[in-house]
């Protein structure tokens, strides 16, 4: 069965243009020419990914990327022509996988939506599908995260980072290795994606938010001690 993609942007000539692309890749397309039709969507169809613009009449991107992140871990991959840093972080933070600005490689943007999709429901990061490190339970299978029994709700990339993180637990990482881990060698951004992510993990862990070391002038290092 082949994934389905909705495309959100209130630019019709910009989603014909993503549609012929991912159609021609053999992927199903949804179209949504504002935040609110987009949300209608996400609930009532099984979407695999959504590529979203940020500047939309009735609800903007941000205000979209915010609420679907409230019902929904699929990944995101935000297109917009706003490319200053503090937009950049900010999708980050509220929650996006990837950030593309325009004007946009067709080419480029169905190889993050390949690379998205494979790295989010194709993952075979370890044999061992559960573990558990002092009160954090993770279900690789369910993706499924439990602190002291009480779950938490991780995106795709945040529950990634994370198993990654306890699949090394006590190396130290740089951000490249992360990066590369993660998002993939084919990721087109940069080392601020890893940070941000690694602040928005350390905020849903709480009391366990420790297990994730910096280590200066080096990267990243997860460390806690199974309890007896």
């Not at 979203?52 to 992140?69: A, F, K, Q, Y």
């Not at 995101?76 to 933070?93: G, P, Q, S, Y």
Request: proline share 2%.
């Amino acid at each position: 069965m082949m994934d389905t993609i909705l495309i959100v942007d209130d630019e019709e000539r910009i989603r014909k243009l993503i549609v012929a692309y991912l159609k021609k890749n053999n992927y199903n397309t949804m179209e949504a020419e504002n935040g609110m039709e987009a949300i209608k969507i996400l609930k009532e169809n099984n979407i695999k990914l959504m590529i979203l613009d940020v500047m939309m009449p009735v609800m903007d991107g941000w205000t979209v990327l915010n609420e679907v992140r409230k019902f929904s871990n699929i990944p995101v991959i935000m297109l917009t022509a706003k490319a200053e840093e503090e937009d950049t972080l900010l999708a980050f933070e509220l929650g996006t996988d990837i950030y593309l600005t325009k004007p946009f490689s067709p080419k480029v943007l169905v190889a993050n939506v390949k690379a998205s999709l494979r790295r989010t429901y194709n993952s075979q990061i370890t044999d061992d599908r559960e573990c558990a490190f002092a009160g954090i339970y993770i279900d690789k299978n369910s993706h499924r995260v439990t602190i002291d029994e009480k779950e938490i709700n991780l995106s795709p990339k945040e529950f990634q980072l994370l198993v990654y993180f306890v699949d090394n637990n006590r190396l130290v990482l740089t951000r490249e290795q992360i990066l590369d881990a993660v998002w993939g060698k084919d990721y087109y951004g940069d080392l601020r994606t890893v940070d941000t992510h690694i602040k928005r993990l350390r905020e849903k862990l709480g009391t366990r938010a420790y297990a994730i070391y910096t280590v200066r002038g080096y990267g990243y290092k997860f460390e806690v001690k199974n309890e007896e």
